[in-house]
């Protein structure tokens, strides 16, 4: 047994198929083949039946399939340690992120990373928070940025906060209020509401802000991008929630911002593992977040 062999097991059960795995792997679909029959020989097990349609993953395929992955995690990090120690950072850091991160200034964070370790791979994984929270829990991802929710609870996780942004409401111009600069949400209760999908934390924020104000909003759409949202808004389907950042964009004659007299306000925050040491690379980054942030804001 050896680490490739791990490698193409984890790939066939990742694509169901042993074409589109040796794809993958840049090898023939025979030597692959061959490969996977000498390691179940070896092992006196099957890990998979193959049928003319497709590629199923036995009992005994399934407890090999987690053990692999582990073995491959560990290898993936002590490859980084030992480079580290070398002088030599190298690996691929995998890295959750929503799409609204310019407060914190996101995109010159990774930048600048990767200017000061050249030899790194930054592989980013954009979703909403929640399906991000779930990555990290199962260890696909090394870190997330994302909004802290305000439900659930995830005692393996640690949620530092590195900034904050406030929520104001888009409305199209023909809307009673869009004369107005500063409104109380209340003031919207009759209003038709584009919302956030539920799987963005941001939902949970603004819903919970509505029934603070006393009402429970009739939302009529749910949408995850900003710029469909601000569309909808100028064609009248509705009202919009709206960080200030990103209403900057939105903003024209036909578009109205509204502040709102209660603050609605959502943390970003970095997440990282409580029951898992970070390997020395998503160490390292975490220690290069925060001296950047510090530098930038101060303490």
């Not at 509505?210 to 009202?239: D, K, M, Q, T, Y």
Request: charged residues 20%; aromatic residues 8%; hydrophobic residues 40%.
């Amino acid at each position: 047994m050896n680490l490739n062999q791990l490698q193409y097991v984890l790939s066939v059960a990742e694509h169901r198929s042993f074409s589109l795995a040796a794809e993958n792997l840049f090898i023939s679909q025979s030597t692959l083949s061959q490969q996977i029959m000498n390691l179940e020989s070896e092992l006196g097990v099957k890990l998979f039946l193959r049928t003319t349609r497709d590629v199923q993953i036995t009992e005994a395929g399934r407890a090999f399939l987690e053990e692999a992955a582990e073995i491959l995690r560990r290898t993936e990090g002590l490859k980084q340690t030992m480079s580290d120690y070398a002088g030599l950072l190298k690996g691929t850091i995998n890295i959750g992120a929503i799409n609204a991160l310019e407060t914190i200034h996101f995109s010159q964070i990774i930048t600048d990373f990767y200017s000061a370790f050249p030899q790194l791979t930054v592989n980013i994984v954009g979703n909403s928070s929640y399906p991000l929270l779930d990555a990290l829990e199962n260890r696909s991802i090394d870190i997330a940025f994302l909004t802290r929710p305000v439900k659930g609870s995830y005692p393996s996780l640690k949620f530092t906060v590195l900034g904050t942004d406030d929520y104001c409401l888009l409305v199209s111009k023909d809307h009673p209020l869009s004369h107005k600069k500063t409104v109380s949400l209340r003031e919207l209760k009759d209003d038709r509401f584009i919302l956030h999908q539920p799987s963005q934390a941001v939902s949970d924020i603004c819903l919970a802000a509505c029934e603070e104000a006393g009402f429970a909003p009739n939302i009529v759409c749910r949408n995850s991008a900003a710029p469909i949202s601000a569309n909808l808004v100028r064609a009248g389907l509705g009202v919009g929630f709206f960080t200030m950042e990103e209403s900057e964009g939105f903003l024209g004659p036909d578009v109205a911002r509204l502040a709102l007299k209660k603050p609605v306000r959502k943390e970003i925050v970095m997440v990282t593992s409580r029951t898992h040491e970070p390997s020395r690379l998503v160490g390292v980054f975490i220690d290069f977040v925060m001296h950047w942030l510090s530098s930038q804001y101060g303490d």
